[in-house]
């Protein structure tokens, strides 16, 4: 029996079951009577499929309609069915499912390697979820209206914790895991410290007897300005952590890295500040999987990676130095108020016994 002679009833069925939105498009694309009842349930038909491979939807649509102007912790009405709208949420979700992919190869390592799966899709829903829930906090706390100088402020710390206590503490725990994840991407292919460079060049270059060149000229230009202000003004002009990173030069010719590890730590710190998406782009970027390095140096005009990376900080203005993350801490203080321990929960996840992939607890049978 041909397929286009069961009951339109049948077949809308046959529609509202396709698990993403381009199999929903194929299949519609068919024949020109599943065309017909697509285009009479079009809307409905897409959101479905968007929440079924991009889901959850509320937070999606939570995150790409907020606006500076209303309460983070209050949720706007849901707004109409628009495809303009479903664009915006099919950009957040295909970052998302990069992160779940990127995920099994940053929380499993050395040892841990052996172990190493996919996401089953309940884990990847979880894993979704807590990405537009850090995005959303990013965008509204990670801002330059809020400075360093007021991030401790006691009405500034309960602004930020209104926006989570709605989350039960299974779910900050995996916004606690993903935002581990973001941090050992940063750690390891973003801002590798000089240490980190120079073992990753001796273990592909082991009879390589000359060190490494730079290719950035921005500490020259930087140590000239320090130079300037000392000998006129007698005074150290501001420096940033960032800067310090970036002029730390105790590998001789090695500064494609950004310091020791206590440099590291803070140009980190304040790395962590940039949403899921600009994270997604610049790991993409730097390790060659948005394009050739050919092509990456072309778009951006810059040799040096360290470059780019410091290019696009510049881009967001001074707020963004020396004024590290505020998510962590804002977690550890919600779940402080609930009688917990922030610091225990991320010994669980470190453990695998919380976040979005926890450890099968196998009892020995006696």
Request: hydrophobic share 40%.
């Amino acid at each position: 029996m041909n397929i286009t002679g069961l009951a339109n009833e049948i077949l809308l069925h046959i529609l509202q079951s396709c698990p993403t939105v381009p199999s929903l498009l194929a299949l519609a694309s068919t024949c020109k009577h599943l065309h017909f009842i697509f285009g009479h349930h079009k809307l409905p038909l897409l959101y479905q499929s968007f929440e079924a491979q991009y889901g959850p939807s509320l937070d999606a649509i939570r995150l790409v309609t907020y606006n500076s102007s209303q309460v983070t912790h209050v949720p706007r009405p849901a707004p109409p069915q628009s495809i303009a709208l479903l664009k915006r949420l099919v950009e957040v979700g295909q970052t998302a499912e990069k992160w779940a992919i990127v995920y099994p190869s940053q929380k499993w390592t050395g040892n841990e390697s052996a172990n190493r799966r996919l996401l089953s899709s309940g884990e990847r829903y979880s894993l979704r979820r807590a990405c537009y829930r850090i995005w959303l906090y990013d965008i509204a706390f990670h801002t330059p209206q809020h400075a360093r100088t007021g991030r401790v402020l006691p009405q500034v710390v309960r602004t930020r914790a209104q926006v989570l206590r709605p989350w039960s503490e299974e779910q900050l725990a995996e916004i606690l895991d993903l935002h581990a994840i973001f941090r050992a991407i940063l750690h390891s292919h973003i801002c590798p410290s000089n240490g980190t460079v120079i073992r990753r060049h001796k273990q592909r270059f082991p009879d390589d007897p000359f060190p490494l060149i730079s290719t950035t000229k921005a500490t020259k230009h930087s140590d000239l300005l320090v130079d300037f202000h000392q000998a006129l003004f007698h005074s150290t002009p501001h420096v940033s952590r960032l800067s310090m990173a970036r002029n730390h030069n105790q590998y001789g010719a090695t500064v494609e890295g950004w310091g020791d590890e206590i440099a590291q730590y803070y140009v980190v710190e304040d790395m962590l500040k940039l949403d899921p998406g600009q994270l997604m782009h610049l790991f993409e970027s730097l390790t060659g999987q948005a394009g050739s390095d050919a092509e990456f140096t072309a778009c951006y005009g810059f040799g040096s990676r360290k470059a780019t990376v410091e290019h696009f900080v510049a881009a967001l203005g001074y707020w963004f130095e020396n004024n590290g993350e505020t998510l962590a801490e804002t977690i550890c203080f919600v779940i402080g108020e609930r009688g917990g321990d922030g610091r225990e929960l991320g010994e669980l996840i470190e453990g695998g016994l919380a976040g979005i992939c926890k450890r099968e607890l196998v009892e020995d049978a006696e």
